[in-house]
């Protein structure tokens, strides 16, 4: 890999670190926490069951949403700033510079995903809390490099966070979409059934299944079999590829 | 500030419209009537497509958020339901809807048996404890201790011994993870009844099968069995 991926991707983790991201994030954990809490003290039963439960999901939407936002603003200040200007006078092919951004983002994921887990750790067993943490990280990596292609074709904020928790929502609801489109809950469609559940496959079929991640039953149960993280892998990375493949293409055709 | 500078002032203008748009807002606020504590009904839980889609994305929380809405629904604004003015067809609806988001939870069926099933209104109590008696048959080794909660409040509270033994039987038949004293219950039941005879041969069965390990719950049954043929034999000598 050449040294100048190695130098943006450390540039865009320092940044992140000296943005105060962390402790951004390490409130946004103690916030759910807090809340999560209050679950605790409300529910007559299940109480450690239900706190470290609302605890996942709402980390792990918090995580979401604070990668996303993080990634989008940093990279349009970028933009703004003329730094990627600067940067793309020196000998630098494009491709570096979104290899090593990507690469510095998703070191941000890693440090969001073990921060949503640390909280965990004093009530479920740890290996539970690192496969979960593995799969939040497989997650945000998807969500990182999703961030990256909607602002680098887009280049404003607001239409690509809005763009990236749209597509994050459907992906977390991506099985529910399918099994609704083959049950008669939707009520009598006659011929536009086949239409639907074709429209439906075609979607699931460029549409991870996020619901398969960092599943909050884990938590509950406290219990997971390890080999789950191996087709999350492989999902993400053939998705983190097909996103960064896209936003390359974007930025190459991109006028400075 | 340095010396000589000017300082920015303020336009009169824009104070007095500060300290008239906080006028106007305390008036309005005081215009407002008092808020009053009014009881709503508690509506369906939610269905169809809406519950389908709570299932794909995130079961767990949506179960837990449902459950503690409903436990909570009885406490509104500055006023307080009794149980027994809520609508418990609707009641076992969020129940069960909580359990189909989270089957292997217990919350909801607690809250059938501990709350709902407390109120002074036996019918109420009755229909959820027939509730946890259906769900208990869905999963019996989850489940079993809330029914034989309900067994308990069928003999105890309700005065209904038949209901007590259906659920006391139950779980002898159908959940043999149940501890020993859940298992056994329908044969004290039985010597409640008056059915000396059946819990004899229930308890005898029982320690001739080798399925009671433990020496001291041996003895106990034992004893038990010792004070059933003296009460069988004692009724057999009267009516001679």
């Known amino acids: 890999m050449p040294i100048q991926v190695l130098t943006i991707a450390r540039f865009a983790l320092l940044e992140a670190l000296r ?17 999560s809490l209050f679950i605790h003290q409300i529910a007559i039963t299940e109480s ?89 990280f497989f997650e945000l990596a998807i969500v990182a490099a999703l961030s990256l292609f909607c602002i680098v074709t887009l280049s404003q904020v607001m239409p690509a966070v809005v763009l990236v928790l749209a597509f994050y929502l459907l992906a977390r609801s991506i099985t529910a979409v399918r099994l609704l489109s083959e049950t008669a809950l939707l009520g009598e469609l006659s011929e536009a059934r086949p239409l639907l559940a074709f429209g439906v496959d075609a979607l ?8 398969r991640f960092a599943v909050t039953g884990w938590i509950a149960e406290r219990a997971v079999d390890a080999n789950v993280l191996g087709p999350i892998a492989l999902q993400s990375a053939i998705f983190v590829a097909l996103l960064l493949a896209a936003a390359l293409f974007d930025f190459y055709r991109k006028e400075l | 500030m340095a010396r000589g500078a000017v300082r920015p002032r303020v336009p009169r203008a824009v104070v007095a419209g500060v300290i008239v748009c906080a ?44 459950t503690l809405y409903l436990q909570s629904f009885d406490n509104q604004p500055g006023i307080s339901i009794p149980y027994r ?24 069926l607690l809250m059938a ?28 080794n989850r489940r079993w201790r809330w029914l034989a909660h309900g067994a308990i409040m069928a003999k105890h509270r309700l005065k209904d011994l038949p209901l007590a033994l259906k659920y006391a039987g139950a779980i002898a038949e159908r959940s043999p993870e149940a501890p020993a004293w859940a298992r ?5 039941l039985l010597e409640d009844m008056g059915e000396l005879d059946s819990a004899r041969i229930l308890l005898g069965g029982l320690l001739a099968g080798g399925q009671v390990s433990d020496a001291h719950e041996r003895i ?12 069988e034999n004692s009724a057999g000598a009267t009516k001679k």
């Open chain 1, 19 to 35: 943005t105060r991201l962390p402790l951004l994030a390490a409130g946004a954990f103690a916030f759910v926490w807090a809340g």
């Open chain 1, 48 to 136: 450690d069951r239900m706190q470290w439960s609302f605890y996942a999901a709402g980390s792990r939407l918090a995580s979401v949403v604070m990668l996303a936002l993080y990634i989008t603003s940093s990279m349009v200040r970028e933009f703004t700033e003329k730094g990627l200007d600067l940067l793309l006078a020196l000998d630098l092919p494009r491709s570096n510079y979104i290899l090593g951004k990507l690469g510095g983002f998703i070191g941000v994921a890693v440090l969001l995903a073990l921060l949503a887990a640390a909280p965990m750790v004093s009530s479920i067993p740890l290996p539970v809390c690192l496969v979960w943490a593995a799969a939040l």
């Open chain 1, 204 to 211: 699931a079929a460029v549409v991870p299944a996020l619901d």
């Open chain 2, 23 to 66: 006028l106007l807002q305390i008036v309005f606020s005081l215009a407002q009537p008092k808020p009053l504590a009014r009881a709503s009904e508690l509506d369906p839980p939610p269905s169809g497509p809406a519950l389908a889609l709570m299932q794909g994305f995130e079961p767990l929380p949506f179960a837990h958020l449902l």
């Open chain 2, 85 to 108: 003015d809520l609508n418990y067809e609707r009641v076992a609806q969020w129940l069960l809807t909580a359990l189909r988001l989270d089957p292997t939870s217990q919350y909801p």
């Open chain 2, 113 to 140: 048996t501990q709350l709902y099933a407390q109120v002074p209104d036996p019918a109420r109590s009755r229909y959820m404890l027939e509730l946890a008696y259906r769900q208990f048959l869905a999963d019996p």
């Open chain 2, 184 to 188: 056994q219950m329908h044969i004290f």
């Open chain 2, 220 to 231: 106990l049954l034992l004893e038990s069995l010792e004070r059933i043929k003296a009460a």
